[in-house]
Structure formats: C-alpha cells, structure tokens
C-alpha cells in the first residue's frame, strides 16, 4: 500500500502545472504583507512583561535571617553574603539574644544562570523575580550588584497574576478551618491552674448552724516579676531610616510613562521605584 501511495504522488507532480509552487509562495508572502504588524517599537512603546517574568532577582532586606541557603543551593556560586553578629539585651530580663546583621549581599549577573533555586529555596520570602531587564552595562565587572540596587529592584516586582477559571484554589483557602454552627456556645479556653475558679464553680458552703461561711477568695497574683513593656526600638536599630513615597516624583514618572504607551502595573511599579529613590535622597540630604 505504501508503494502504491508513492507512486501515486510522483504521478501527480509529474502532471502539476509548472509554476504552482512559485504562485503558492507568493501567496503565502501577500497573506503575511496584509497583515498586521505586531512588532513593538522598542524603547518608544514598552514590552507588557508578566508577572513571573525572569529579569532580576530583587532582595527584600528585611525579610533576610542570613540562613545561606540561597548561597549554599546556587549552582554557580554567585551569591555572596557577609554577616556579623550582634547580642541585643533582652526587653525584660531573661538571657541575651544573639542576632546575625546583614552586611553583604551581592549577586553577579555575569554569572547568573537565572534558574531561580535561590528565589525557590528561601523559606522567609526575601528574594523575588523581578520584570526588570534594563541593566546592561559595558563593562562586565559592573554586573556585581550589591544589595542597595537589589533593594530598588523590589519596587518594580509585580504582583502576582489572579487563578485562572477553574483552577483549584490553595490547600489553605480550600479546606478552612470548621465554623461553629449557628448558636452552639463558644468552646471556652482551658482553665489556667493558678488561676481562681469563678463563682459558678466555686464549692458551695457546708450545711449547718455552726459553719461560717468561707470569705472569697482573692485572684491569684502571676507568678514571677511584672513584665514591663518593651522599649520602642532606637533608630537606626533597622540599618535604615524608613521613608515613605515621594508622592510628586510617583505621579509625574507614572504620567510620564502612560503616555508612552506603558502599560499601568509596568508604569505604577516603575514610578514606585523612582519614587523611593528620590525620598531616599531627600532623606539623606535632610539627615
């Protein structure tokens, strides 16, 4: 049958009309002329980047416990941390507590590989992929950039894109924890052992004609010092003096940037960026 096949279509070419394949081309290259350009005039008119777009990874400094895993999971070794170690006395009495203060962190893009392990494997949340993808520069020893550019970086990530329809919703939000129903009395917390039994369960008085009756019983006093309240932390106890938006700066860079076509989460999260930076400055000038 095969055979047959064969020969069958070697009849057919041998009969086709010369030039059929020429006019075939042609018309595929006309359907294509009539069509719709889809090509963005780049920088003019700014790509429409999702959300999980691999540009940058951005650093989110607060949220950094120094654990190294990101650094010790890299295939490349493009991580590098430096931290110290810093007792802080405890808030009221007890033992010292000693903490681990985030000196260095720094990611050469030059060797990156953009697998993502690090974003993956941080159980705290502190690093995130941001669209970013302007950082070009012309010298590759500038590619080294150190945790302040990372920290800019988490202005622009986006946030993440809504479930699609009929995608099962996270293990949390689908199984909640059970309600009461409607009426059923409120389970009360368990009894504290130096605590005084109320007036409903205190032990009735014995009977008789003679028997005084016990006077009440005074709440129990806690047990150990007075916990005093915690001071407000000293500033610069976090490494920075915290900033909000500089509002002028936002609303100009955001209209800016709409009327060139970008699209709005693209421009909000780049007018936050700029934004920050500059009420960063005018904090360090203020300072």
């Given amino acids: 049958m095969a055979i047959d096949e064969k020969d069958v279509r070697q009849r057919a070419e041998e009969t086709a009309l010369p030039g059929v394949g020429l006019v075939k081309g042609l018309g595929v290259t006309l359907k294509h002329l009539l069509r719709r350009s889809v090509t963005q005039q780049y ?14 990874i951005a650093l989110k400094q607060e949220n950094c416990t120094v654990c190294y895993k990101c650094s010790r999971e890299c ?21 010292a ?23 993956e494997v941080c159980p705290f949340d502190a690093l995130f992929w941001s669209p970013e993808f302007e950082y070009a520069e012309y010298d590759i020893h500038e590619l080294l950039h150190e945790k302040e550019k990372l920290d800019e970086w988490t202005y622009t990530v986006l946030p993440p894109p809504p479930l699609e329809v009929g995608a099962e919703p996270p293990a949390e939000e689908a199984t909640p924890a059970a309600a009461p129903a409607a009426g059923a009395p409120a389970a009360a917390p368990p009894p504290s052992p130096t605590a005084a039994p109320p007036a409903s369960q205190a032990p009735a008085p014995a009977e008789g004609p003679n028997v005084e009756p016990a006077p009440a019983m ?13 001071p407000p932390p000293a500033e610069g106890a976090t490494g920075h003096k915290e900033v909000s938006l500089d509002q002028e700066t936002f609303d100009r860079v ?12 693209v421009a909000e999260g780049q ?13 360090a000038e203020g300072s």
């Avoid at 920088?43 to 940058?56: I, K, N, Q, S, Y």
């Avoid at 209209?255 to 709005?264: F, P, W, Y």
């Fill in 43 to 56: 920088p003019e008119v700014r790509p429409d980047l999702p959300a999980r777009t691999r540009g940058v």
């Fill in 75 to 95: 295939p490349d070794w493009c991580i590098y941390i430096d931290a110290h170690k810093e007792t802080h006395p405890p808030a009221s009495g007890g033992k």
């Fill in 97 to 119: 507590r000693s903490v681990k203060v985030l000196d260095r962190f720094a990611i050469d893009y030059a060797l990156c590989m953009y697998c993502g392990i690090c974003v």
């Fill in 218 to 230: 005074a709440p129990a006093a806690p047990a150990g010092p007075e916990v005093a309240a915690a």
């Fill in 254 to 265: 955001l209209a800016e940037l709409l009327e060139k076509g970008t699209a709005r989460r």
């Fill in 271 to 283: 007018a936050r960026r700029a934004a920050m930076i500059a009420a960063r400055k005018k904090a």
